[in-house]
């Protein structure tokens, strides 16, 4: 009975995309938080204080979105380079392998044509 395919988790390309995205709503942000600063500093009175306010609480947002980006690329990069290791052993194990059988059969060549 065959097995299932396991579920693939998303290609590093796809990874990468997504960062991509995110970063660029980042940068959306930014630009909007600059657009209120700047009508902040038109306005007077209670408006001013709503929009000052406003500001800052969403740049406090983006500190921590930006914050968070950063720990996930670190964490993607780790899994990258710990699944490109465990790669390079396997294929380092297969290798050895299939070195030991080629010699093996080798022999086995050799001895049958002597005896």
Same mark, same amino acid.
């Given at each position: 009975? +065959?097995?299932?395919?396991?579920?693939? *988790? +998303?290609?590093?390309?796809? #990874? /990468?995309?997504?960062?991509?995205?995110?970063?660029?709503?980042?940068?959306?942000?930014?630009?909007?938080?600059?657009?209120? =600063?700047?009508?902040?500093? %038109? @306005?007077? /009175?209670a408006? =001013?204080?709503?929009?000052?306010?406003?500001?800052? !609480? #969403?740049?406090? %947002?983006?500190?921590?979105?930006?914050? !968070?980006? /950063?720990? @996930?690329? !670190?964490?993607?990069?780790?899994?990258?380079?710990?699944?490109?290791?465990?790669?390079?052993?396997? #294929? @380092?194990?297969?290798?050895?392998?299939?070195?030991a059988?080629?010699r093996? @059969? %080798?022999?086995?060549?050799? *001895?049958?044509?002597? /005896?």
């Amino acid at each position: 009975m +065959p097995e299932r395919a396991k579920a693939k *988790a +998303p290609a590093a390309a796809s #990874v /990468g995309r997504q960062i991509k995205e995110l970063e660029a709503r980042l940068a959306q942000l930014e630009a909007m938080l600059a657009d209120v =600063r700047s009508k902040a500093e %038109r @306005s007077s /009175g209670a408006a =001013r204080m709503d929009l000052e306010r406003m500001a800052e !609480t #969403v740049a406090e %947002r983006i500190a921590a979105a930006r914050v !968070t980006l /950063g720990d @996930s690329l !670190t964490l993607v990069s780790r899994a990258l380079s710990s699944s490109r290791e465990r790669v390079e052993r396997e #294929v @380092s194990v297969l290798a050895r392998g299939l070195r030991a059988g080629v010699r093996a @059969s %080798r022999e086995v060549y050799r *001895a049958k044509k002597r /005896g």
